[in-house]
Structure formats: structure tokens, C-alpha cells
């Protein structure tokens, strides 16, 4: 494939912009070689400004669970913007988008909507802090929750693959109330627990970790936490920025039936426009201003424009009683054909998916946590993106990023993908 004007476009972006992007991950660092510039995109398929086509397994990082240029989502937003883009009063739509979320999701009464799944995560810990009257925080090493300062000490994602899991910026004040656990290690949990007795606010996880690769859950962690939580008088955060409204209508909470205190949306709720939200049960989000003391605000949140694509969204997924079977017959035909190829190439690998979440690391031990995600073969995943980019196949520019699979691909999609894989493999 030629990137010539992909490159060129490039070079001038980099004069102007950090590194030529606006998110880090994008500036292929981690692979080699200089990102495609999207010219445009419809259903599975993105068109880069020379004309190549491809397959796309990124989906915007999540948000394109139904294809790219959705009719009813772009319609929506078509008609709101001739009403106006953004009035910072209240509007009919927040409520709208409001109610079907609460009647999709489980456990929760009420849902503010915030510009991105950073200020979400930001916010949900602010009111577990708030509601518990405490500090202390536990996250996951390899978890994301967006770039905000409490989050930003062993993440995953961008933060991983560019070597900065600590970054520079965040303060040491900020840092020691961040306790740091192993994914899947519920003894590590319980011991931070014992040494920081009723000090800790919150527990926040990716209930299926997706910045690490794809990492399920091990059977009755996520239960294991609920309890300890109910026990310690911590708040369980369940970060649903990628799983909500993807792994199932209720998200992992009902994939699972395991209830969160307070729960982060992000990427499908707002159907691809800039989207965020964090819900709880009534008792907890009444502790939010202006009904209660824990402050956060916004001029854009709810802004019309993000509220008709999420509720165009939200509802074609609430309508469709079959999306998420389709979503897992495709993604698990998808994995079934990659584990035939790798294993007749006697490649090492291991395959994560849940749902349509899923990754490919070079590496043939289970990957359980961030410690054995960071083992892969990146040579091996180098030469693999940039095999499948070259047949027109897009997949995430990292090997610490899932893939995410949208209902717009269809079987002969996923062949052309497979044979593109087949190919690439036997170069590898
Ligand atoms: N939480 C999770 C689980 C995420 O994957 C991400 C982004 N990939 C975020 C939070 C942050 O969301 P945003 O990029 O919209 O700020």
C-alpha cells in the first residue's frame, strides 16, 4: 500500500501538534512507521486519504459498535445541529437519554453525563471519596481509567506502550493515595485492605481489563471484590467505559451479576460523539451538586448534539434483541479461525476475548494480569500490524490494546481478514 499522503500529512501535523496527534496511541510509536490520516469511513471499513481501504478492528477504540456513519445516529445529529449545537440549559433529550440508560443498566437510579470517560472515572472517584469520607484508592496495574492525575501510576493503554505507566506531572500527594494491586490477585487486594484499615474509598476496575490486551475477569474475582468492599465499607467502581453497553445491554454488571456501587461509561454511550457518564443508586448520586456537597460540572455535558447520537445509540441496541449473540458468534468465529492459523504456524500465542473484546499476544502463557501481558513478542507484533495494515487490515497499533468488533462486519469480512492473518503469519 502507498501512505504518501498519510505521510505527508503527517510531517505538517507534527509542527503543530505534539507528535502529530491528540492521543498518543495514534502516532503508531509503538509499531514504527508514520499513522494513516482517515479521509472517511462507512459500516466496517475506513478510507485513508490515499485511498486505501480498510478493515477496521479499532472502531474509534470502542465507541462504532454498530459500524461506521450509522444512519440513525448520523441523522440525529444532522437534525439537532440545524436546533442549535450547545445551549448549556437543560434539554428534553438529557432526560431521555437519561431514563433508557437507567433502564438498561442494573443497579442504578441515576446518571450524570459528562465529555469523556477520563471525567468519568475522574468524577466517580471524587463521590466515592465524597459518600465515604475517605482517601485511599485501589486501582489495577495495566487498568486505564483516562489521564486523570490518580490514575495515571501503572496504567495501561497509551501510558504502557509509551513507557510512561508513572507519568511526570502527578504529584507524589496524589500518588500515595493510589494503592496499586494485581489484576486477578484478590490476595494482593485483601492485604491492602489489612494495612490501610477503613481507609480505603474505593476499589476501581476494568471488570473485563481491555488496556492490556483483553483479561477477563478469573471465575470469582469480581464477586471476591464485592465482598471485600461490603465488608471494608468501600465503594466498588466498575469502569464500564469499554465493556458498558458492549459486552451486554447491562454491561459486565450483568454479564457477571455483580453489582457495582457506582459505575463509568464512556465510547458507545455516546455513540461516537464526545461522551461520558457515571451512575449510581440514588443514595450515592444525591451526594453530587447541587443536591449534594461533592462538586462537578460542565458547559458542554449533555450537549445536544453527543445526547442524540448516545440515545440513537443506546436505542438501536436496546431494540435489537439479537446484537450481542451476533456480536459473540462473530468474534468467536474470528478467534476460532486466528487460533487455526497460529497453531498450524507453531506461533506462540494466547487469545483473550470476551464478548467482542479481543486480543492476540505473542506469547504462549496464560495472560492474567499486566506482569504477563508485558511478555509478548513485540517484534513479532510489529511485523504483524504492519503485515495486516499492508492487506488492509486496521487492528489496534499497540499489543497492550483490545480489538473491538462491530456488528457492521460481516462473514466475508471476517474470511478476507482471516486469509489476510493466514498470510502475515507465515511471514512472521
Ligand atoms: N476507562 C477505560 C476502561 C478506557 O478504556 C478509557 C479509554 N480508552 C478511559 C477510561 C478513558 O476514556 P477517554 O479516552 O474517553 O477519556
Redesign the pocket.
Known sequence: MIYQRSSQLFAEAEKVIPGGVNSPVRAFKSVGGTPIFIKEAKGPYLYDEDGNRYIDYINS?GPMILGHAYEPVVNAIVERAKKGTSFGAPTALETEIAALAVSMVPNIDKIRFVN???EA?MSAVRLARGFTNREKIIKFAGC???HSDSFLIQAG?GAVTFGSPNSPGVTQGTAKDTLLATYNDLQNVNDLFTANPNEIAAIII?PVA??MGCIPPAEGFLEALRELCDVNGTLLIF?E??TGFRLAKGGAQELYNVKADIV?F??VIGGGLPV?AFAARNEIMNYLAPVGPVYQAGTLSGNPLAMAAGLEMLKALNNDAAIFERLEEKTAYLENGIRKILEAKNIGYTINRMGSMISVHFDANPVTDFKSAAKGDNETFKKFFHGLLNEGVYIAPSAYETWFITDALMYDDLDFTLNAIDKVASAL
Request: glycine share 26%; with cysteine.
Open positions: 477504540w469523556s470517560g477520563t472515572c486505564y481509567h483516562g493503554s476494568e481491555g488496556n469502569d467505559v469499554m463509568a464512556g465510547k461520558g
